[in-house]
């Protein structure tokens, strides 16, 4: 909506603040790169100028899916000229492993190589043309071996890396048994790559003593200095990482920068030179991990009315040749299988399938996504089913509202006690006029054969913190220097979505100075050390909370200070308006700085912050591992081809909580960039391995992210204007990361819509990403006008439509 | 011949040599330039985050639009900015000795001499058309382009002008707000005037005609001047790779790590870059871009401006060419299916030789055309006659810059009630673009009622047993080429479905809205 926020702000303070500094919290303050990265400035690692003797590492790749190494001759390519040296895990002097977690993610492979892409030596050269034609010179054999590739084969086979994980509440069989209506059903949910649109890089540098530093595209710095130091045999003393900006991250630089940081920093040791591997972008597509596909079975029992009365449901990952983050995601998609529906008696089963494939790994939702859609699914087959509007059951299934008598408890045991559902749906349903059109649109269908629309709204409801929950805490770093410029590190990594902007905006409120005295600096484990990863929506909640009390800290002591150098009580010394008042002094904030430099004063404090109220027990699948819970809803609305399949979205209107905003220009790019590429998900993103596990899909050419033209003809964004966070965050502001991706839920659901109106008494029974395709497939399974060959019908409702033709 | 490549960068002049042919522009910016602004996100022209503005010489009135169509507020960039028309091009996938005598632009050369952003970027601070920033330059450098130009920013145009720049962070929609910010000025502002009089003066002082030459001694890249020069060296070095836009030849390097001992390049011959009326048909030389040959190619066919449009990019079609589309083969390439249906002929010269035959004869298998040793593709003939029965349809998963999964293209001649001509060719079916015999017969001399048109699609599996891959199935791609066919039967016989792709599908679909 242009214009519908304010452009950059002019310093003349915030709407709810009385005091004017320019850029402070909840105003719609630019990206802090945003200036260079309009102008080419902003430096990612690949744009590091290193010296002029650096290295490059390429990977040598297995081309088996499942197979062992019966030889490996790699002499040939160490001869070939400007090859430096050749790296297999002999080479690794430490620990072989670069796994974020279980220990179960080789360097470089040994005996057995587990996946198509796999790292099984590394070729470190004067430039990459040099290893690119050095490259085809290895000799390396292989046995094959039998590879289970897709959920189908590993569920048939057994093939899990642990055992099924249980949640329960209540008594779901009774319960379902006792309702008056069944259904049964499966949905195919397909994976996704990241696409960040930087890969992964890195670059490591030798220091005195043995020591690295290694720059690094990564959210984890902390795992890399971790996970480079285990490797190399170092202490994590010796090695610091740095990471200023990433070009993207979306969790796939969670765990998935182990890799490349450590063949860097291998280089470098073997070498005494700087290296740096930077993969381009079909090595990244083959090497690194995605979102996990997903196949969900679901039986419930449901009241005439809709209201659910007890559901199953049961998920199977495909995890791919190692745990990577599995184990976390497949919790919090058990802990999202009930979305904003309050089934009392309900039963998640989660299957976690080995496959030789990439080791799927963390994105943006976390299992969260795939876990609401089956709900989703559950909701709209309900809906077909008793020729309800669907809004009309999602209504109907909400938890209580926050303020109602009694609240609702998951499946996991947490009281959901913040819900504001209610509220958003019925704001959104009448702002975007939900039930005009949603009339109007049947009347279409039901005189248009080819073409079809369809509406859905759909809610969100995301729970907020690490599942695990030692993860929850950060660390930051401030530090005043006497001419009143304030330098500012925290543990979180800026991957685009602002975090730096917002942490300074906090910091600049503290002190009430300008937003532009303070200066951002790169993320370093030098500075802050054991740092979680910027990840699971918690980077403003953890480091903003830690960056306060680092300037609460220094703060308090300056106003001691003043109080006693001024001769006034404490209560009356005041920051700002870029000012400090001590009772009738009036000091510019560098002239207060200045004093208390000169009173012996420390002007540099670390701050700390640990989330309260959370905790979680994996064994029972039961605890309260989230703070709180972020809620939106989206309405979008669709037209469809049933000839072709092809599918394009008309209209998109969002109202999201993201609590008392911090920056609301910054958070609507989030809603609308998730809300984007969750659609993208569920329609044009689709990863197709084939049948020996070769990923087909493994550049732009072929996979295929949202383009400009896919965003919807209109697309509506607004925050919940009432919104404010129940519990004690960063100005009660709420997490905005992650939940908006799944507002892309709409879009699938009004594609089924769209379907439905065919007419059928059949449920079309969409699989995501809904390409033409399948959208063209599921009409003509339930009947479409057009050309129909009786004898090529396939069954698209059970087994898997191609998510993986194998 | 000369053995150094010159050319302008940053209003600068440069001067290379000793290069490998098959060096590209990326890589010599940020690696020997170290200009890092451009970025490389998929080394395959798809993503546009390396995106560079090139202004060449000597192309006056021909290169001037791309036609997008359905475009309205165009503020005629010819009349304003004299001959200059400034492309957007992928610089991941461009040999350093296709810039001779260009002029380039990269983002670090539009701010403002006292270093305040230029408004290409500035609107973008504004709108928070950034985040993560890494496909920034790439999107301020296709505004700029479409700034220069006056063209591309109108409400309507915007998806075309950035469909070659991915983002994965925003959404979109503050960029599209930026770009709509973006006024064209039709007096350029003092600095811009100033660059430009300054890149002009550069070019014109760097001009010459002269053949050129970029090697390192294992890989040439050469540029030959005339016709003549180039059959000469083609003739010397039969196993040299030709190259035109270098929108495929430059993937062989980037993806395929091919290493080609000799680039001949078509773009710098006199007179290839022309596209003639010759009788009936448009003539189109072998260095034609697809920008260039749009609009004329389009004139009276919607469909064609449409597929065009979905063709790549602004960045891609504005490198790549006609006739290298045709040339290299590609089982999925667009531009056959329509061209066949439309009864085009391919040219093909040798020093000695000159032959024209049928396009959908061109094509003998997979990746491997009727082309003899020494011959190159010298003209595309698209006949210039009306063709108002003629459709195109594009089943790709997303609509802009995809490869199709089904192209089918068709035209028919009517009279009366009756079928008197039909040419129906499809590509995404068979190892080669070609036509559907089966199909045909069922509908020449038969009524122009859908039952002909629901015989033919049954008939269609016997021209063709498509294949499963990563675009498509077999099944889907037999239904829905079928389907195809309804689809185009219904609006013959007066029932058109509308449209969802592209500016027009927008049209069709608001009218749709309208009328429901």
Request: glycine share 10%.
């Amino acid at each position: 909506m242009p214009d519908q926020w304010p452009l950059e702000d002019t310093g003349t303070g915030s709407p709810d603040c009385t005091l004017g500094i320019a850029g402070d919290i909840r105003t719609p303050r630019r990206h802090d790169s945003a200036h260079k990265h309009v102008a080419g400035t902003a430096v990612y690692v690949d744009d590091i100028r290193t010296p002029d003797d650096t290295l490059i590492v390429l990977i040598g790749q297995s081309p088996h899916a499942h197979a062992r190494i019966t030889s490996m001759d790699l002499s040939q390519v160490a001869g070939a000229p400007g090859v430096v040296a050749v790296l297999t895990h002999k080479d690794i002097p430490g620990v072989n492993d670069c796994s974020p977690v279980h220990g179960d993610d080789p360097i470089l492979a040994e005996d057995i190589v587990s996946y198509v892409g796999q790292a099984v030596f590394a070729i470190v050269a004067e430039n990459m043309r040099a290893a690119r034609d050095a490259l085809p010179l290895a000799a390396v054999s292989y046995n094959a071996l039998p590879a289970i590739l897709t959920i189908e084969d590993a569920m048939r086979a057994g093939s899990w890396l642990g055992p099924a994980a249980v949640m329960e509440n209540g008594d779901p069989d009774g319960a379902i048994a006792a309702a008056p209506h069944h259904l049964s059903g499966r949905i195919d949910i397909g994976g996704q790559e990241h696409f960040y649109l930087e890969g992964q890089a890195a670059l490591a540098m030798p220091a005195e003593d043995g020591d690295i530093t290694v720059y690094c595209s990564t959210q984890h710095p902390t795992e890399i200095q971790h996970k480079v130091a285990d490797a190399l045999g170092l202490a994590s003393n010796a090695v610091t990482v740095e990471t200023r900006r990433m070009g993207g991250g979306f969790g796939g630089k969670e765990s998935q920068g182990n890799l490349p940081a450590i063949l860097s920093a291998l280089a470098v040791q073997a070498t005494g030179r700087p290296a740096k591997t930077v993969y381009d972008r079909d090595d990244d597509f083959m090497l690194t991990g995605k979102r996990h596909d997903v196949r969900i079975d679901y039986h419930v029992g449901f009241d005439s009315d809709g209201r659910i009365r007890g559901a199953e449901f049961e998920q199977a990952l495909r995890c791919g040749m190692s745990w990577d983050l599995s184990e976390a995601i497949a919790a919090r998609a058990m802990c999202h299988a009930d979305n904003a529906y309050h089934v009392p008696d309900m039963r998640v089963i989660s299957h976690r399938c080995k496959t030789h494939t990439q080791s799927n790994t963390a994105f943006r939702g976390f299992g969260g996504p795939q876990g609401m859609l089956g709900i989703e699914r559950v909701i709209d087959a309900i809906a077909h089913e008793l020729d309800l509007d669907p809004l009309a059951v999602r209504r109907r299934n909400f938890y209580p509202h926050h303020t109602a008598s009694a609240h609702g408890v998951t499946p996991y045991g947490q009281t959901v006690e913040d819900c504001v559902l209610q509220d958003i749906v019925d704001q959104l349903a009448d702002d975007a006029e939900y039930a005009k059109r949603h009339t109007a649109i049947e009347a279409f269908n039901a005189d248009s054969p080819v073409i079809k629309r369809g509406i859905a709204l759909t809610p969100v409801k995301f729970g907020i913190s690490f599942n695990t929950t030692f993860l929850n805490q950060a660390g930051a770093l401030v530090h005043v220097y006497t001419d009143g410029s304030v330098h500012l590190n925290h543990g979180g990594t800026e991957m685009g979505q602002g975090l730096n902007t917002k942490v300074a905006q906090i910091v600049a409120h503290e002190f009430q100075i300008d937003f532009d005295a303070i200066k951002i600096t790169a993320t370093t484990t030098g500075k802050v050390p054991n740092t979680s990863a910027t990840a699971a929506s918690s980077g403003t909640d953890l480091n903003g909370m830690a960056a306060q009390a680092a300037a609460r800290t220094i703060k308090t002591r300056m106003t001691t200070h003043l109080a006693g150098l001024h001769e006034c009580a404490a209560e009356d010394v005041i920051f700002s308006d870029g000012m400090v008042r001590a009772g009738a002094v009036r000091l510019s904030f560098a002239e207060a700085v200045k004093a208390c430099y000169m009173g012996r004063v420390s002007l540099s404090s670390t701050g700390y912050y640990a989330t309260p109220k959370i905790h979680w027990d994996s064994s029972r699948a039961r605890g309260r591992p989230f703070y709180y819970f972020a809620y939106g809803a989206a309405v979008s609305e669709v037209v469809i081809d049933t000839l072709t399949g092809e599918n394009r979205i008309l209209r998109t209107d969002i109202l999201h909580d993201a609590g008392r905003s911090l920056n609301p220009a910054i958070d609507i790019g989030q809603i609308e960039g998730g809300f984007v590429q969750g659609a993208g998900w569920l329609t044009t993103e689709e990863l197709v391995w084939d049948g020996d596990g070769r990923l087909r899909t493994h550049a732009p050419s072929t996979y295929k992210i949202p383009a400009c033209g896919d965003r919807p003809m209109a697309f509506n964004v607004a925050l919940f204007g009432a919104g404010e966070n129940l519990e004690d965050t960063i100005h009660k502001s709420k997490a905005v990361g992650e939940p908006p991706l799944m507002l892309g839920i709409s879009v699938l659901m009004a594609i089924s819509h769209a379907l439905q109106g065919l007419g059928s008494a059949d449920y079309p029974m969409l699989n995501a990403p809904a390409t033409p395709e399948r959208i063209c497939f599921a009409a003509r399974r339930i009947g479409a006008a057009g050309f129909n060959a009786a004898d090529r019908v396939p069954d698209v409702s059970g087994s898997g439509d191609g998510n993986n033709p194998a | 011949m000369r053995e150094t490549i010159t050319f302008v960068l940053n209003n600068r002049i440069e001067t290379v040599s000793g290069l490998s042919g098959d060096t590209t522009l990326l890589n010599w910016l940020r690696q020997t330039r170290r200009l890092t602004g451009s970025k490389e996100g998929c080394g395959e022209g798809d993503c546009g985050a390396c995106t560079v503005v090139i202004a060449r010489p000597g192309k006056t009135g021909k290169t001037g639009k791309t036609g997008r169509t359905g475009e309205t507020g165009r503020t005629g960039e010819t009349g304003r900015t004299g001959d200059m028309h400034w492309h957007p091009v992928n610089a991941c996938i461009l040999f350093m000795g296709m810039l001779e005598g260009a002029s380039v632009t990269t983002v670090e050369g539009i701010a403002r001499a006292d270093g305040s952003l230029h408004p290409c970027q500035q609107v973008m601070v504004d709108h928070h058309g950034s985040q993560c920033g890494f496909c920034t330059p790439g999107f301020v450098m296709s505004l700029f382009a479409a700034w220069c130009n006056g063209d591309g920013l109108a409400a309507s145009a915007i998806d075309t002008t950035l469909a070659g720049n991915l983002c994965r962070c925003t959404g979109y929609r503050p960029i599209a707000d930026a770009a709509a910010h973006l006024r064209p000025i039709n007096v350029p502002p003092d600095f811009e005037a100033e660059r430009r009089a300054t890149e002009a003066r550069l070019m014109k002082k760097i001009a010459h005609r002269d053949t050129v030459m970029l090697s390192d001694g294992r890989c040439r890249f050469v540029a030959p001047a005339t016709a003549d020069d180039f059959t000469a060296a083609y003739e010397q070095t039969p196993d040299a790779t030709i190259v035109s836009g270098a929108t495929d030849v430059g993937l062989w390097v980037t993806k395929g790590h091919a290493r080609l001992p000799m680039l001949l390049w078509t773009g710098r011959v006199s007179g290839f870059d022309r596209m003639k009326k010759a009788g009936a048909y448009w003539q189109i030389g072998p260095a034609v871009n697809h920008a260039a040959a749009m609009d004329r190619l389009a004139k009276g066919r919607p469909d064609l401006a449409e597929v065009m449009r979905r063709f790549g990019s602004v960045q891609v079609r504005a490198s790549g060419t006609v006739c290298g589309n045709i040339a290299n083969g590609s089982p999925i390439g667009d531009l056959p299916p329509m061209l066949i249906a439309l009864a085009a002929e391919v040219e093909l010269s040798a020093a000695e030789s000159n032959r024209v035959l049928p396009l959908e004869d061109f094509f003998l298998d997979y990746g491997k055309q009727d082309r003899a040793p020494g011959e190159y593709v010298s003209a595309i003939r698209v006949p210039v006659g009306a063709a108002p029965h003629f459709r195109a349809y594009k089943i790709s998963k997303r609509f802009d810059q995809d490869i199709s999964a089904v192209m089918g293209a068709f035209n028919i001649t009517i009279s009366g009630k009756r079928i008197t001509s039909a040419r129906f060719a499809f590509g995404g079916m068979a190892a080669t673009p070609r036509r559907a015999p089966a199909v045909e017969d069922c509908l020449v001399g038969h009524p122009l009622t859908m039952d002909s048109f629901v015989t033919a699609a049954t008939a269609l599996e016997d021209d063709f047993s498509p294949i499963d891959d990563m675009r498509a199935s077999a099944d889907y791609r037999l239904q829905v080429a079928q389907n195809l066919i309804l689809k185009y039967g219904m609006d013959m016989t007066g029932s058109a479905v509308p449209r969802l792709a592209g500016p027009q599908g927008v049209a069709d679909i608001a009218a749709l809205l309208e009328a429901g």
